[in-house]
């Protein structure tokens, strides 16, 4: 499954950028904001690597580094096949002498230039960075042109770079599912219950005490039952808690996310806070069920 989505994608990939160009004349690949941010090649890559990690994830493969590198080689593969097929459509208007990016005029390859050469793929692709002036702007106001090679590498670099980033991202987002080492499987995810932020140190020592309980299913259980999953508190700050099950081996635990009100005054997951524990399964699907017909 991996190899047909991961196909289906890079193609995808590949051609998006092409097409734009042709239909609009504008690098799609080479499109930045903030000076530097490769947003184009960094969509690229993400859409390049999209399908083949998704694959991986549908067929239960666990992600390694293995797995990254053919990625990396995939993004490899889409940066040449985005610059061939744009420089296949690269034609000069025998009018304006103008590069433009469709099939109709001389394609370029018939052009040499003095210093260059003849353009061909490789010397065309150089002549192109290292002269296309690189325009920065602020604010919709031009802060002038650079045409440097220097310059034209560097941006061309941090583009490729871009595209190889996007493509192990979309790898990392897959990997952030819980997995089951012993089943093979990736495990389930499912919104539990969630309590306000003032309410999480009682909550947490109840918690504490059911598990160190001697018969930790019963308390447990009563915990259970003091907790729902309220929609109206995702307004406020608030206890967010998982559950993450593996149906397979019966084995499930909790895991606990803190909703804070940012500087912005906007709800944000606090990435410093972080709980998990393993819990009994079975009462975590009576639960479950439970919820679901009330
Ligand atoms: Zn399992």
């Known amino acids: 499954m991996s190899i047909i989505l991961g196909f289906l994608s890079l193609v995808i990939s590949m051609a998006l950028p092409v097409l734009i160009l042709f239909f609009t004349g504008y690098e799609g690949l080479h499109f930045s904001m903030f000076f530097i941010i490769p947003v184009g090649a960094l969509i690229v ?5 999209y ?3 998704k694959g991986l994830f ?3 493969t666990y992600i390694t580094g293995k797995h990254y590198f053919i990625g990396f080689i995939l ?12 420089y296949m459509i690269t034609c000069v208007d025998p009018q304006t002498n103008e590069i433009v990016y469709s099939l109709d005029g001389d394609h370029v390859s018939n052009y040499y230039t003095d210093e260059y050469g003849d353009l061909d793929f490789l010397t065309y692709k150089k002549y192109m960075i290292e002269t296309t002036p690189i325009s920065f702007s602020y604010k919709n106001k031009s802060l002038g042109d650079v045409s440097n090679p220097i310059v034209g590498w560097i941006f061309t670099m941090i583009d490729y770079l ?6 192990l991202f979309s790898g990392s987002m897959q990997k952030d599912h819980p ?5 093979k499987l990736y495990k389930k995810q499912k919104d539990a219950f969630n309590f306000p932020k003032m309410a999480g ?10 598990l160190a309980n001697e018969y930790p299913q019963e308390s447990f259980n009563n915990l259970l039952d003091s907790v729902t999953l309220s929609p109206s508190l995702e307004e406020e700050e608030h206890f967010l808690c998982k559950l993450i099950y593996c149906d397979n081996c019966k084995t499930a635990s909790l895991k606990f996310e803190l909703h804070e009100l940012n500087a912005k005054n906007k709800l944000e997951i606090n ?9 009994d399964y079975e009462s975590l699907m009576n639960f479950i069920n439970r919820s679901a017909i009330a």
């Open 271 to 279: 990435s410093d806070f972080e709980f998990l524990v393993d819990v």
């Open 162 to 167: 871009g595209v190889v980033v996007g493509c």
């Open 201 to 210: 140190e009682g909550f947490f020592t109840q918690l504490e005490n059911c």
């Open 45 to 49: 890559g993400y859409i390049c690597g």
């Open 179 to 183: 997995y089951c080492h012993s089943c």
């Open 75 to 86: 993004s490899l593969i889409c940066i040449v096949g985005v610059e061939y097929a744009s």
């Open 58 to 60: 549908k067929s239960n």
């Open 51 to 53: 399908g083949y990690f």
